[in-house]
């Protein structure tokens, strides 16, 4: 059973069993992770799903477009690891993965 | 009949309802949830069945809002298919089209609206199509075809999203618009004719100031009369010239409506075991220092939240910024804020490149952003116009430095 793990600014833990062909950001609205909104439910419009992800884990994912570059930009708390949960998107080979959360999507 | 009773009744399937079952829980109301939605299907999201449901890159499965197993684990009562008759406030309690009565200690009125249906001759033929429901949109999406001609009723959002998607696999496009511009409910002249520009770029026939009369079935398709007299055949038709507040239920009960039912900064009703999100609701906002109805996710989200936290005991004020997205062709518009009582706009960049900011300023500070494939502009206006934003016409049009630092 692959794992996917959401570590929230206060270092709280919940971990989610991985279902492929879903995003990091629906698993977590599906399993009422706290800290993840996805206001836009993927249409990269709101960047209300911003986490962190190790750049260890970079390649099991899609490279950064230049649209969710330009979102993530302008995002509170953004650094060097940020990306769009609703872009990252989970399949059968995607191995356990941790990512950590901004305290505020807002 | 035991005299208090915990549960909280949902009515309505969209986003607000689905967000407002899972945030009670989230937020720890111990007592029952119930969602009672009139579509037979789990809520889902509508913004993707004009764009990405059209073109299958969204599946079914993908457009729920929260799946089958959360409202399980969440201990949700979902009821499909089922639509709700009349509130009996007094005994706290609704009745269902099934004849059964259930009680409530609150209740969420999520109703959303229903498409402005057209009303003329032909009207009823079944090449007329809405597009609110996932029906709705399978309709659609077996009706356009390649080479067949669709006829878009009305400039708006959704009549330019299907209009694009129509035009992506190849089918041939003519929108009516009554008036003299698209989108001129949300958009200044400038942005009406770059979406007018836009569309008809990409083979669009956009016909404006024009009315249509009649509808009538001829050998292999249909035809509209218009009002300057020109005929236009056609294969199907989407009809979107907006939506009326599913406010029936509400008036009804004698809860107070205007353009939507009434709702205070918690989203309470005029009742204090009700209350009213989503599109349906006509809330105070702050910043525009108004009344304002709003059709969107965002809305229905946060308000959600705000009734869920008022009924677990821990009221917050609701007081989000209005936002919107579209997109059609290689356009994402992301609108910050309402532009409705603006006195001037400044364009920032250049409009041919399809990359720009337009911002609405009334009496020198910024009130709205439309932001064409401009997301950096957008995120930064949506976090500082409702602080407040003063910056001079000059800088909010000179490109060569951010105008928000």
Redesign the interface.
């Known amino acids: 059973m692959t794992v996917i793990k959401y570590v929230d600014a206060d270092n709280n833990v919940t971990e989610v069993e991985a279902e492929s062909?879903e995003s990091i950001m629906?698993l977590a609205?599906?399993?009422?992770v706290?800290g993840i909104?996805g206001?836009?439910?993927?249409?990269?419009?709101?960047?209300t799903c911003h986490c962190y992800l190790d750049k260890k884990y970079a390649s099991h994912f899609s490279e950064i477009s230049e649209?969710e570059e330009?979102?993530l930009?302008?995002?509170?708390q953004q650094n060097a690891r940020s990306r769009l949960s609703c872009q990252l998107m989970l399949n059968d080979d995607t191995p356990d993965i941790e990512v950590s959360l901004p305290s505020s999507q807002y | 009949m035991e005299k208090y009773i915990n549960s909280v009744v949902i009515v309505g399937g969209g986003h607000a309802a689905a967000e407002a079952a899972i945030a009670l829980r989230i937020q720890g109301w111990e007592g029952g949830i119930k969602l009672i939605s009139d579509e037979d299907v789990l809520p889902y999201q509508r913004p993707p069945l004009s764009k990405g449901y059209f073109h299958k890159t969204v599946t079914s499965a993908q457009l729920l809002i929260k799946k089958q197993a959360l409202y399980e684990k969440a201990n949700v009562d979902v009821m499909l298919g089922l639509s709700v008759v009349a509130i009996d406030r007094l005994s706290q309690a609704i009745t269902v089209s099934s004849g059964a009565i259930i009680r409530y200690s609150h209740l969420i009125i999520a109703t959303g609206a229903q498409a402005r249906i057209l009303n003329i001759p032909g009207a009823e033929l079944p090449c007329v199509s809405y597009l609110r429901t996932l029906n709705d949109a399978n309709n659609i999406i077996t009706s356009i075809k390649k080479n067949s001609h669709l006829l878009v009723i009305g400039a708006g959002y959704i009549g330019l999203e299907i209009a694009a998607s129509a035009r992506k696999i190849g089918a041939r496009v003519t929108i009516l618009e009554s008036v003299e511009r698209v989108l001129s409910r949300v958009t200044n002249e400038q942005m009406s004719r770059f979406y007018q520009d836009l569309h008809k770029d990409n083979g669009v026939d956009l016909k404006l100031n024009i009315g249509i009369e009649e509808i009538h079935a001829i050998k292999d398709g249909y035809v509209a009369m218009l009002n300057d007299g020109s005929n236009v055949n056609f294969d199907h038709t989407v009809v979107g010239i907006g939506v009326i507040p599913n406010t029936g239920l509400a008036e009804a009960a004698g809860l107070e409506c205007d353009n939507g039912i009434v709702v205070n900064e918690y989203t309470l009703t005029s009742d204090p075991t009700i209350y009213a999100i989503g599109d349906v609701s006509n809330h105070p906002n702050e910043f525009y220092a108004r009344n304002i109805r709003l059709e969107s996710v965002p809305n229905a989200m946060e308000q959600a939240k705000v009734a869920a936290a008022s009924i677990c005991g821990k009221p917050k004020i609701y007081n989000s910024f209005p936002w919107f997205w579209s997109d059609q062709y290689d356009v994402k518009l992301q609108t910050a804020g309402l532009s409705q009582g603006y006195d001037e706009t400044v364009v920032r960049g250049d409009m041919a490149d399809k990359k720009f900011a337009l911002f609405y300023l009334k009496e020198g500070k910024v009130i709205a952003v439309d932001a064409i494939n401009s997301p950096k502009d957008f995120m930064k206006a949506k976090a500082l116009i409702p602080q407040g934003l003063a910056v001079s016409k000059g800088k909010l049009a000179d490109t060569t430095k951010n105008w928000f630092e």
Request: hydrophobic share 40%.
């Open positions: 062909g629906s609205v599906n399993n009422m706290d909104v206001e836009c439910g993927g249409a990269q419009a709101c960047a649209m330009a979102m930009e302008s995002a509170p």
